[in-house]
C-alpha cells in the first residue's frame, strides 16, 4: 500500500507529558505504574495515572466538555508542538480537508459513573444537565479534539476495546486513498474509570502488582490511562506543497507501510488459544507492507500480562515470525491502557525507529518456559527499520500495523 | 465513490424486513408506528443467545437480514455496525452498580459493554474472522457509518455488512441523553453489482451548504428521523423504495452532508419475491 508519513506526534500516559518523557523512561527502565490511589477505589491493584488532570480543566470555549478524558486529551495536544503542526497541515490543505480519528473504549464514563452518585433520592434523577454528549458518548474526545484544532475535515470515533486506537490508522487510510480527505489526526484516549477496574476485577483479570507481560508468574493486567496523537499525510501531498526534503529538525522518521485487522470468531473475553485471529491480522499487515516476516526488526507485542492472552500471542507471532524476531511488550511501563493502547504502541514503535531501541520487557523476570518467541528482556540499541505493533481486543478484535523508518531516499523521490 | 446495494434489512416499531418499510415508502400504506417486533437472533448459539442484550438482539437481527437478503456467505463481508452509544441498557446497568456499596458488576455485563460487543456475538455466530469495525458519532452516526462502510467498500474492494442500530435508555439516562425508540437498518455493500444488485449508490460528502438533510414526508417516519439516530438513515431507504433515480442528503457534520445519488438496478433477481422474504427460519447464514 501507499505509505503514509507520521509527520507529528505526541503522546501523554503514566510515564509523563510529551513524547520524550516516554523515551526516557525506556531507556532508564522506569516504570509508570504504582499502587491504585485513583478515587476511593478499594481493589488491591496498580495503575499507570497521569499525574495533575485533576486540575487542568478544558479551556473556557469547551467547557461542556469538561471531563477527565478530555483533559487527558488537551493536556496530551498541548505536547511536543502537535497544535502548531497541525495548524500549519490545516494551512496546507484547508481545514476541510484535514480528518480526525479517534480511538477510545469507555470515552469519558467516569463522568457518568460519579453522576450516578449524585443522583436525587427522592426521584433517581442525574444532576443536570449531564452533558452526557459532550462528555461521554464515545464521539466525545473526537469532537473535542477536533474542536480543539479547528478541524472540519470527516470525524469518525471508533470503538472497538483494546485494539480501538490501532484501527484509526487503517481508517484513516482508507480516506485519505479514497480522497475524502489530504491528511488525518488519528488518535486514542482513555482515561481511568470505575467500570474499568471493577470489570476487569470481575474478570480475575486484574493482577494485585506490576504486570509482568509473558513472565511464567504472570498474573494480570494493570490498568492505565494514556492519549495519543499522530498527524498522518501523503509524501506526495507534501512533495506537490514544497515539503520534501523536509527542513532539518522537522524530519519525519516514522512512515505507516501496513495495517492489518480481523476477528477471531471465538470468544468475548478470551482470544483464541492459538491466536488465529491475531495470526490473520499480522499476516494482513504484512502483506500491505510488501514485508516478509524477516524483515521486521521487532514486534511490540500486545503483551497484556493475562495467562491467556500472552500465551495466545506468543502461539501467533511464532507460528509467522519463527523464533528470532526480537519482541517485547512495553506495557509494564504504561499498563494497559485499552483503548489507547493502540496509539501509544504505534508512537513507542515510532520511537523505537527514531533513536535504533528494542526494550526489554519490563517486569519479565522469567520468560514463560512455553514460549517460544524471542521475547527480549533486557533494552538494546541496533538500527531499527521496521516494527510491527499488535493490539487485540474484547470481541476478539485484532488489529496489527507495520512502521517503518523514512528513508532520505523515500524524502526526494515522493 | 460508486458501490452497490445488495441487501437491506430493517427494524422498527410495527416493521420487521425491508418489504415492510419499502411498502410504505412506496406508498402502498401509511407508517402507524406499532410494538417491537421479536428479535430474530436464533442464529446466535444457545450460550451466547442467553448473554445477549438488546442492542446485540438487534444488531445481529439485522446483519442477517442484509446477508440473507443478499444472498452472500455471511463469512465473506467485512462488519462495520455503527451505533451512538451500543447497549444503553448494559451501560446504565453498569454505572448504578458502581454507585453501590459493594461495586459488583457481572463480567457478562462487562464484557457485553464494549462497543463492539455486537460485531463480537455475530461474528462468533457465523464464524466470520474478516474485519469488524464499531464506530459512532452521536447524532451523525448513520452518515458516519455509511461512509466508513463505503470507504472500506471503495478502498478494499470488498463488502461490507453495515448495520446502524440503537436502543433507548432507561431512566435516569434517558432524561440527558433522549433517544426515542428502537430502530436499526443494514445494507450489504458491494464493490460491483451482482445479481442481486438492487441499487448504484455515488457518495460524496459536500462542504458548500447544501442545505439541510433531506426530511420525511411522512409525518410519524419523519418523527422516527428526528428521535433516533440510526434513523437519519431514512431518506436513504426513500431512495432505495423508489423506481427512479434520485439523489438524497444525510446529515454529517455541522455545514457539511453526504450527499447519495441513488440509481434503481433492476435485475431477474427481484423478480423472485424470496431474495426479500428475509425473515425465514430456515433461510439462516
Same mark, same amino acid.
Request: net charge negative.
Given at each position: 500500500?501507499?505509505?503514509?508519513?507520521?509527520?507529528?506526534?505526541?503522546?501523554?500516559? @503514566?510515564?509523563?507529558?510529551?513524547?520524550?518523557?516516554?523515551?526516557?523512561?525506556?531507556?532508564?527502565?522506569?516504570?509508570?505504574?504504582?499502587?491504585?490511589?485513583?478515587?476511593?477505589?478499594?481493589?488491591?491493584?496498580?495503575?499507570?495515572?497521569?499525574?495533575?488532570?485533576?486540575?487542568?480543566?478544558?479551556?473556557?470555549?469547551?467547557?461542556? $466538555?469538561?471531563?477527565?478524558?478530555?483533559?487527558?486529551?488537551?493536556?496530551?495536544?498541548?505536547?511536543?508542538?502537535?497544535? =502548531?503542526?497541525?495548524?500549519?497541515?490545516?494551512?496546507? $490543505?484547508?481545514?476541510?480537508?484535514? =480528518?480526525?480519528?479517534?480511538?477510545?473504549?469507555?470515552?469519558?464514563?467516569?463522568?457518568?459513573?460519579?453522576?450516578?452518585?449524585?443522583?436525587?433520592?427522592?426521584?433517581? @434523577?442525574?444532576? @443536570?444537565?449531564?452533558? $452526557?454528549?459532550?462528555?461521554?458518548?464515545?464521539?466525545?474526545?473526537?469532537?473535542?479534539?477536533?474542536?480543539?484544532?479547528?478541524?472540519?475535515?470527516?470525524?469518525?470515533?471508533?470503538?472497538?476495546?483494546?485494539?480501538?486506537?490501532?484501527?484509526?490508522?487503517?481508517?484513516?487510510?482508507?480516506?485519505?486513498?479514497?480522497?475524502?480527505?489530504?491528511?488525518?489526526?488519528?488518535?486514542?484516549?482513555?482515561?481511568?474509570?470505575?467500570?474499568?477496574?471493577?470489570?476487569?476485577?470481575?474478570?480475575?483479570?486484574?493482577?494485585?502488582?506490576?504486570?509482568?507481560?509473558?513472565?511464567?508468574?504472570?498474573?494480570?493486567?494493570?490498568?492505565?490511562?494514556?492519549?495519543? #496523537?499522530?498527524?498522518?499525510?501523503?509524501?506526495?501531498?507534501?512533495?506537490?506543497?514544497?515539503?520534501?526534503?523536509?527542513?532539518?529538525?522537522?524530519?519525519?522518521?516514522?512512515?505507516?507501510?501496513?495495517?492489518?485487522?480481523?476477528?477471531?470468531?471465538?470468544?468475548?473475553?478470551?482470544?483464541?488459544?492459538?491466536?488465529?485471529?491475531?495470526?490473520?491480522?499480522?499476516?494482513?499487515?504484512?502483506?500491505?507492507?510488501?514485508?516478509?516476516?524477516?524483515?521486521?526488526?521487532?514486534?511490540?507485542?500486545?503483551?497484556?500480562?493475562?495467562?491467556?492472552?500472552?500465551?495466545?500471542?506468543?502461539?501467533?507471532?511464532?507460528?509467522?515470525?519463527?523464533?528470532?524476531?526480537?519482541?517485547?511488550?512495553?506495557?509494564?511501563?504504561?499498563?494497559?491502557?485499552?483503548?489507547?493502547?493502540?496509539?501509544?504502541?504505534?508512537?513507542?514503535?515510532?520511537?523505537?525507529?527514531?533513536?535504533?531501541?528494542?526494550?526489554?520487557?519490563?517486569?519479565?523476570?522469567?520468560?514463560?518456559?512455553? #514460549?517460544?518467541?524471542?521475547?527480549?528482556?533486557?533494552?538494546?540499541?541496533?538500527?531499527?527499520? $521496521?516494527?510491527?505493533?499488535?493490539?487485540?481486543?474484547?470481541?476478539?478484535?485484532?488489529?496489527?500495523?507495520?512502521?517503518?523508518?523514512?528513508?532520505?531516499?523515500?524524502?526526494?523521490?515522493? | 465513490?460508486?458501490?452497490?446495494?445488495?441487501?437491506?434489512?430493517?427494524?422498527?416499531?410495527?416493521?420487521?424486513?425491508?418489504?415492510?418499510?419499502?411498502?410504505?415508502?412506496?406508498?402502498?400504506?401509511?407508517?402507524?408506528?406499532?410494538?417491537?417486533?421479536?428479535?430474530?437472533?436464533?442464529?446466535?448459539?444457545?450460550?451466547?443467545?442467553?448473554?445477549?442484550?438488546? &442492542?446485540?438482539?438487534?444488531?445481529?437481527?439485522?446483519?442477517?437480514?442484509?446477508?440473507?437478503?443478499?444472498?452472500?456467505?455471511?463469512?465473506?463481508?467485512?462488519?462495520?455496525?455503527?451505533?451512538?452509544?451500543?447497549?444503553? !441498557?448494559?451501560?446504565?446497568?453498569?454505572?448504578?452498580?458502581?454507585?453501590?456499596?459493594?461495586?459488583?458488576?457481572?463480567?457478562?455485563?462487562?464484557?457485553?459493554?464494549?462497543?463492539?460487543?455486537?460485531?463480537?456475538?455475530?461474528?462468533?455466530?457465523?464464524?466470520?474472522?474478516?474485519?469488524?469495525?464499531?464506530?459512532?458519532?452521536? !447524532?451523525?452516526?448513520?452518515?458516519?457509518?455509511?461512509?466508513?462502510?463505503?470507504?472500506?467498500?471503495?478502498?478494499?474492494?470488498?463488502?461490507?455488512?453495515?448495520?446502524?442500530?440503537?436502543?433507548?435508555?432507561?431512566?435516569?439516562?434517558?432524561?440527558?441523553?433522549?433517544?426515542?425508540?428502537?430502530?436499526?437498518?443494514?445494507?450489504?455493500?458491494?464493490?460491483?453489482?451482482?445479481?442481486?444488485?438492487?441499487?448504484?449508490?455515488?457518495?460524496?460528502?459536500?462542504?458548500?451548504?447544501?442545505?439541510?438533510?433531506?426530511?420525511?414526508?411522512?409525518?410519524?417516519?419523519?418523527?422516527?428521523?428526528?428521535?433516533?439516530?440510526?434513523?437519519?438513515?431514512?431518506?436513504?431507504?426513500?431512495?432505495?423504495?423508489?423506481? &427512479?433515480?434520485?439523489?438524497?442528503?444525510?446529515?454529517?457534520?455541522?455545514?457539511?452532508?453526504?450527499?447519495?445519488?441513488?440509481?434503481?438496478?433492476?435485475?431477474?433477481?427481484?423478480?423472485?419475491?424470496?431474495?426479500?422474504?428475509?425473515?425465514?427460519?430456515?433461510?439462516?447464514?
Amino acid at each position: 500500500m501507499r505509505p503514509l508519513w507520521l509527520t507529528a506526534s505526541t503522546m501523554t500516559n @503514566a510515564l509523563g507529558r510529551g513524547r520524550a518523557a516516554t523515551l526516557a523512561a525506556l531507556e532508564a527502565r522506569r516504570t509508570g505504574l504504582a499502587p491504585c490511589d485513583f478515587l476511593d477505589v478499594d481493589l488491591d491493584t496498580w495503575v499507570g495515572r497521569v499525574a495533575g488532570l485533576e486540575d487542568l480543566p478544558v479551556i473556557d470555549a469547551l467547557d461542556d $466538555y469538561d471531563c477527565r478524558n478530555n483533559r487527558l486529551a488537551q493536556l496530551a495536544l498541548r505536547q511536543d508542538g502537535f497544535e =502548531a503542526a497541525v495548524a500549519a497541515a490545516r494551512s496546507r $490543505y484547508g481545514a476541510d480537508r484535514v =480528518a480526525v480519528i479517534m480511538g477510545t473504549s469507555t470515552s469519558g464514563i467516569l463522568h457518568t459513573e460519579l453522576a450516578f452518585r449524585e443522583r436525587d433520592p427522592e426521584t433517581g @434523577a442525574l444532576p @443536570a444537565p449531564l452533558h $452526557y454528549r459532550e462528555t461521554h458518548e464515545l464521539s466525545s474526545v473526537a469532537e473535542f479534539t477536533r474542536r480543539y484544532l479547528g478541524l472540519t475535515g470527516p470525524t469518525l470515533s471508533i470503538s472497538t476495546a483494546c485494539s480501538s486506537s490501532a484501527k484509526v490508522f487503517a481508517s484513516a487510510w482508507r480516506l485519505i486513498e479514497t480522497g475524502l480527505c489530504d491528511a488525518a489526526v488519528v488518535g486514542g484516549v482513555d482515561s481511568l474509570c470505575l467500570t474499568t477496574l471493577y470489570g476487569f476485577a470481575s474478570l480475575e483479570l486484574v493482577a494485585p502488582g506490576p504486570c509482568r507481560p509473558a513472565d511464567a508468574e504472570r498474573d494480570g493486567i494493570s490498568i492505565g490511562e494514556a492519549a495519543g #496523537f499522530a498527524l498522518l499525510e501523503r509524501p506526495d501531498a507534501r512533495s506537490e506543497r514544497g515539503l520534501n526534503p523536509p527542513v532539518e529538525g522537522e524530519r519525519p522518521t516514522t512512515a505507516l507501510l501496513g495495517y492489518g485487522e480481523s476477528v477471531d470468531a471465538h470468544h468475548m473475553s478470551t482470544p483464541h488459544p492459538e491466536g488465529l485471529g491475531a495470526r490473520l491480522a499480522m499476516q494482513a499487515a504484512l502483506e500491505r507492507a510488501g514485508l516478509a516476516p524477516s524483515a521486521i526488526d521487532y514486534i511490540n507485542l500486545h503483551g497484556t500480562a493475562s495467562r491467556t492472552n500472552d500465551s495466545a500471542e506468543d502461539k501467533a507471532v511464532s507460528q509467522l515470525f519463527g523464533h528470532s524476531v526480537p519482541c517485547s511488550s512495553t506495557k509494564g511501563w504504561t499498563g494497559h491502557t485499552l483503548g489507547a493502547a493502540g496509539i501509544t504502541e504505534a508512537l513507542i514503535a515510532s520511537l523505537c525507529i527514531e533513536h535504533g531501541l528494542i526494550p526489554g520487557s519490563l517486569n519479565t523476570e522469567t520468560v514463560d518456559p512455553d #514460549f517460544t518467541s524471542a521475547i527480549q528482556r533486557d533494552n538494546r540499541h541496533q538500527p531499527v527499520h $521496521y516494527v510491527l505493533s499488535n493490539s487485540f481486543g474484547f470481541g476478539g478484535n485484532n488489529a496489527s500495523l507495520v512502521f517503518g523508518r523514512i528513508a532520505a531516499a523515500d524524502e526526494v523521490s515522493a | 465513490m460508486k458501490l452497490y446495494v445488495d441487501g437491506i434489512g430493517l427494524f422498527a416499531p410495527g416493521l420487521h424486513g425491508w418489504a415492510d418499510l419499502a411498502a410504505i415508502l412506496r406508498g402502498e400504506r401509511r407508517y402507524e408506528g406499532g410494538e417491537l417486533p421479536a428479535f430474530d437472533h436464533a442464529v446466535l448459539p444457545a450460550t451466547e443467545r442467553r448473554r445477549a442484550g438488546k &442492542s446485540i438482539k438487534l444488531a445481529v437481527d439485522l446483519a442477517g437480514q442484509a446477508v440473507r437478503a443478499a444472498g452472500i456467505d455471511p463469512t465473506e463481508p467485512a462488519i462495520v455496525f455503527a451505533s451512538t452509544t451500543g447497549d444503553t !441498557e448494559v451501560l446504565t446497568d453498569i454505572c448504578a452498580a458502581l454507585a453501590t456499596e459493594d461495586r459488583m458488576i457481572s463480567p457478562m455485563r462487562f464484557h457485553n459493554s464494549v462497543h463492539n460487543a455486537a460485531s463480537g456475538y455475530w461474528t462468533i455466530a457465523v464464524g466470520s474472522r474478516q474485519p469488524a469495525n464499531a464506530i459512532a458519532l452521536h !447524532e451523525r452516526t448513520a452518515a458516519a457509518g455509511l461512509l466508513e462502510a463505503a470507504v472500506q467498500v471503495v478502498a478494499e474492494g470488498i463488502p461490507v455488512l453495515l448495520a446502524v442500530y440503537d436502543i433507548p435508555f432507561p431512566p435516569p439516562l434517558n432524561a440527558a441523553e433522549p433517544i426515542a425508540t428502537v430502530f436499526g437498518a443494514s445494507l450489504l455493500l458491494r464493490p460491483e453489482p451482482t445479481t442481486h444488485t438492487l441499487a448504484e449508490l455515488t457518495i460524496e460528502r459536500t462542504k458548500e451548504d447544501g442545505g439541510a438533510a433531506d426530511t420525511m414526508h411522512d409525518p410519524e417516519l419523519e418523527t422516527l428521523r428526528r428521535g433516533v439516530p440510526a434513523a437519519r438513515i431514512l431518506p436513504l431507504l426513500q431512495a432505495l423504495a423508489g423506481d &427512479s433515480g434520485t439523489t438524497v442528503t444525510l446529515d454529517y457534520l455541522a455545514g457539511q452532508c453526504v450527499r447519495i445519488a441513488v440509481m434503481p438496478v433492476r435485475t431477474a433477481a427481484h423478480n423472485n419475491p424470496n431474495n426479500q422474504a428475509n425473515q425465514t427460519p430456515e433461510a439462516q447464514p
